[in-house]
């Protein structure tokens, strides 16, 4: 019963290189997608994806880029980190209905990442 | 564009006592979903509560119930008989009936519990 698993849970990174953060589901959810937190706010929408090969951009996409090639996986890729992407990041999916258990919104449990 | 606010940014409640966090959003829209999730230490989101804006009953969850009022656009969350676990932020969410879950999250409400 692994629900929404992200790795790596903690990462330090040097300004200006890239990662992936991996984020897997095994709910088989159509809808996924990234948010980062900030002290003093809530979750923002980064990306979001409606099903395989289809993505479209949240609230702070500027940094990110994503990819869906498959149900399970999300990945959100930072091209050339800047310390402006340090933050904590979810990954969550659901089902598609857009009511009952589509408002069941399941979240990994974050990767803390600290960007010098 | 939709906001959530949460305009405490920090509540203090005493064991077995009830405690109500506040939340009000903005939106143009008829048809929506409302939730409280709770962040505890370990970062992880718990949702708590979910609310569907066609309903007119207030949501409850055992200890947990929300006072929903779609005019006013407002959406609260009573505790009672608070326990030392639901020391937590607390974070307010809209979310709209289309494709995607896309939340809008308020900054949330830090909710310290004292023994």
């Known amino acids: 019963n692994a629900g929404v698993t992200q790795t790596p849970k903690f990462q330090v990174l040097k300004t200006g290189q890239s990662m992936t953060l991996q984020c897997a589901q095994d709910?088989?959810?159509?809808?996924m997608s990234w948010y980062r937190q900030d002290p003093g706010m809530g979750l923002r929408l980064i990306h979001y994806?409606?099903?395989?090969?289809?993505?479209d951009q949240g609230e702070v996409p500027n940094g990110y880029n994503v990819s869906r090639s498959t149900t399970e996986d999300f990945p959100l890729r930072l091209l050339s980190a800047a310390p402006s992407q340090t933050s904590v990041y979810f990954c969550?999916?659901?089902?598609?209905?857009?009511?009952?258990?589509?408002?069941?919104?399941?979240f990994g449990e974050g990767s803390w990442l600290t960007v010098v | 564009a939709q906001t959530v606010t949460q305009s405490q940014p920090e509540m203090s409640v005493q064991e077995a006592e009830t405690v109500t966090l506040s939340c009000t959003y903005d939106?143009?829209?008829?048809?929506?979903?409302l939730f409280w999730y709770k962040q505890p230490p370990s970062r992880q989101m718990i949702l708590v509560i979910r609310?569907?804006?066609?309903?007119?009953q207030n949501a409850t969850e055992n200890r947990f119930s929300v006072n929903f009022q779609k005019a006013a656009k407002s959406f609260s969350l009573k505790i009672s008989d608070s326990q030392l676990g639901d020391a937590a932020m607390y974070f307010c969410?809209?979310?709209?009936?289309?494709?995607?879950?896309?939340?809008?999250f308020g900054a949330g409400t830090i909710l310290r519990v004292k023994s």
């Open positions: 994806s409606v099903g395989a090969g289809i993505t």
């Open positions: 709910m088989n959810h159509e809808y």
């Open positions: 969410a809209y979310k709209l009936v289309e494709y995607g879950n896309k939340l809008v």
């Open positions: 939106t143009s829209e008829s048809d929506y979903y």
């Open positions: 969550a999916s659901s089902y598609s209905s857009l009511t009952g258990a589509g408002n069941t919104i399941y």
């Open positions: 609310q569907e804006a066609y309903k007119q």
